[in-house]
Each structure stands twice: as C-alpha cells, then as structure tokens.
C-alpha cells in the first residue's frame, strides 16, 4: 500500500513582499457623512485593454477567429477604397488644373474678343446714325433696317 506525504513548500513559508499593516497607520472618519459602505464596493478600474484580454478567454477560440477575420477583411475594405479614393481623387484635381485652367483662360479671352467686337460694331453704328445732315425720318429708317437684320 501507498503511503501519501504532505510536503510543504518553501515559497508558502515566506512573507510575501508588500506593504506592512500596522493598526496605527490606518485610519477611517467615521464621523465623515461623505463616506458610506458602498464606496468598498467599487471595483477598481479597468482599462479596455484589460477588459478585452479578459474576454479572450470567455470567447471560444473559434469565435474568436471567425471575428478576427471579419474585422481583418473589413480593414482591408476599408484601407483599399481610402487608397482609391485618394488616388481618384489625385487624378481628377491634377486633371482638372492642367485641362481646366487653361480652358478657362482660353474662354475668358474669347470673351473678352466678343465683347471688343460688339463695342466696336457700335460704334460703327453710332457713327453711321449721328451723320450731320441726317433727319429723324432718316434715323427712323436706319434703326429698323438695323433691327430688320439677323445678328451674326
């Protein structure tokens, strides 16, 4: 027959390092009205990360994977349309400056020739109506022949 032993451990028999108590050194105010019972029940605080190490071991490990997964394929969604919508982005504005802004240039300026050729196209008109020597009648004449015309 098997006889059983008890062995003791030495790392049991020393003190643990820590704070001493002493039953001078504490002090509670009993007379505080701020204080109450409930305040030794507040646990202490946590951080997230500490929160989430902690529900690695509550969630089963294929779980876990199966979520792990999904958050590492919906990041690289994620950092794949933000990497394409930059470069789209990039594309489009630097297409813009080179095509765009010359363009505009180029527009303004025909707008500028229209606008010359108007002024001076009355001009023409101002002088052919204020000849000395005409009459109403003849000034009557020319404005409807002139508004007779279609404009080129």
Not at 17 to 40: K, Q, V
Not at 95 to 100: H, M
Not at 130 to 138: C, E, F, H, R, V
């Amino acid at each position: 027959m098997v006889e059983l032993v008890e062995v003791e451990d030495e790392s049991f028999e020393t003190k643990q390092a820590g704070p001493e108590e002493n039953d001078d050194d504490y002090y509670t105010d009993t007379d505080s009205e701020i204080s109450t019972d409930d305040e030794d029940n507040v646990p202490q605080e946590e951080t997230l990360a500490e929160r989430l190490l902690a529900l690695r071991d509550i969630i089963p490990p294929t779980t876990r994977s199966y979520i792990s997964n999904k958050v590492e394929t919906t990041a690289g969604w994620i950092k794949s349309g933000l990497l394409f919508g930059g470069k789209t982005l990039w594309v489009v504005s630097t297409s813009a400056l080179l095509l765009g802004v010359p363009w505009a240039l180029a527009f303004a300026e025909e707008q500028q020739m229209v606008e010359m050729e108007k002024e001076m196209k009355m001009r023409d008109m101002g002088g052919e109506l204020l000849n000395p020597g005409t009459t109403a009648s003849a000034l009557n004449a020319q404005l409807s022949a002139q508004q007779g015309k279609p404009a080129l």
